[in-house]
């Protein structure tokens, strides 16, 4: 048995279900297909996997409590990149299921960085 050791280095996508501020959503199923479709083209286009884990969770501030997905990853030992591409290889991915999903903003949280991607400043009235 071999073992391959590098730099841990993960992220957390969180994205809601709810499109926009409305009353309809997206699936588990729906963001699945949305995050696979752009690891294919990635890895097509520049030899950049990178492997999610997807769970369910809840984000509650308020009157807030609205079904969200959360994408972890890690700098997987198989594929490496370097720190830098992979932050940055992760804000694309999140700037673009952020359109994809009609969300106003998300966050994405690094072991030494938390950014908000923000589309539109507009507040959940429910909160």
Known sequence: METKSIQT????????LQIGYSEDSYS???LINELQEYQ???IDESGVYLSAS???CDIVLSGQNEKHLKLEFINYPKFPLEVEV???EIIKLGS???????????VI???DETIMLEIDEAIDPRI
């Not at 280095?9 to 809601?16: K, N, P």
Request: positive net charge.
């Open 86 to 88: 992979f932050k940055k």
């Open 9 to 16: 280095f993960s992220a957390v996508i969180t994205l809601g």
């Open 96 to 106: 673009h299921l952020l359109h994809k999903m009609k969300q106003n903003r998300t």
């Open 109 to 111: 949280v690094f072991p």
């Open 28 to 30: 588990k199923e729906y």
């Open 54 to 56: 997807v769970t369910e």
């Open 40 to 42: 294919k083209q990635r």
